[in-house]
């Protein structure tokens, strides 16, 4: 079992670097080029890189993967949200999901091949359990990373809260002021000044100022900037004051991350109780309870043989 292992592995890391060769540093159109002389500028000759060869190779799985049309718009926000808003950032999506659930089987095959230690029900579980590992990480992973790029932008909004309100109040639209507040925030909070940068090219591009901040709430489906589209759009539509509407809504999420803070604060003495019991108090017992056991058994121990 130990030899056919080996053999399965040599076989498949011989075919992958003659594959790549093949692909990467021979070029045969070249040498056929060279001995019959013909033309080099009238034959096209693209070079892939190995990056684009794989995202080739995700696009076409991609394709082969049936999914139902609700399916593909709930894919299609969640990656939008994670920061993934390429053409075919479905396709590399689905793909991904199809060569993981056809990987991973494969390794797990060639990892469990050679131990005895299984049975054939627990080695088909394995197996099948690695299959369904790889077709649902993509889902994990883009959750991850939408909610990494949530916290993100609330983290950036206080700051582009606050530009806002000095760009406003220094004389500017709130369109210049949203240009302005993305270029400035552009390498401190990259999220919050992508979406900002977002919303400046829908109002180009002809949407209406309320179309423009309604998508930047669904887009991001952050709370806070809900809460911010709401504000301005009912600003915008019944006339007020766009700087004061601003300052008080700055205001207003200043309280309520304050209070967040403390109710952060007043959770953390529940949170610790777990830690301190189980990692804590172990080692103090050890440390205080151990030298006196140790002494009462060195002192009693005689003494009750003895008796």
């Known amino acids: 079992m130990p030899l056919l292992l080996s053999i399965t592995v040599f076989v498949i890391v011989a075919g992958g670097l003659m594959w790549l060769g093949a692909r990467l540093w021979v070029r045969p159109r070249a040498a056929i080029e060279r001995i019959t002389g013909a033309d080099a500028i009238a034959i096209e000759r693209v070079q892939k890189h190995p990056s684009l060869a794989f995202h080739e190779l995700l696009s076409k799985l991609g394709s082969v993967l049936p999914a139902s049309p609700k399916d593909v718009t709930i894919m299609q926000q969640r990656l939008i949200r994670a920061g993934y808003r390429g053409p075919h950032a479905l396709r590399y999506f689905y793909g991904a999901k199809v060569l993981l659930a056809g990987l991973l089987p494969v390794l797990t095959t060639i990892a469990v091949a050679g131990s005895s230690s299984r049975t054939a029900d627990n080695k088909l579980m394995l197996i099948a359990g ?178």
């Open 130 to 307: 690695s299959a369904a590992v790889g077709f649902f990480a993509p889902n994990e992973y883009v959750r991850r990373r939408a909610r990494r790029r949530q916290r993100q932008i609330r983290r950036g909004l206080p700051n582009a809260l606050d530009l806002l309100v000095v760009c406003v109040e220094s004389g500017l639209g709130l369109d210049q002021a949203i240009v302005q507040t993305a270029k400035e925030l552009e390498h401190a909070h990259p999220e919050i000044s992508e979406e900002l940068a977002l919303v400046n090219f829908e109002l180009r591009a002809g949407k209406r100022r309320v179309e423009a901040l309604r998508n930047l709430a669904e887009r991001t489906d952050v709370e806070e900037l809900r809460k911010l589209a709401a504000v301005l759009i009912q600003a915008d539509r019944f006339g007020t004051s766009i700087s004061q509407t601003l300052r008080s809504h700055s205001d207003f999420m200043r309280v309520q991350a304050r209070q967040l803070a403390e109710e952060k604060a007043a959770k953390l003495g529940v949170k610790l109780v777990f830690p301190i019991f189980f990692c804590i108090l172990p080692s103090l017992f050890v440390v205080t309870v151990g030298p006196i056991m140790v002494r009462v058994v060195r002192e009693l121990m005689p003494l009750i043989n003895q008796m």
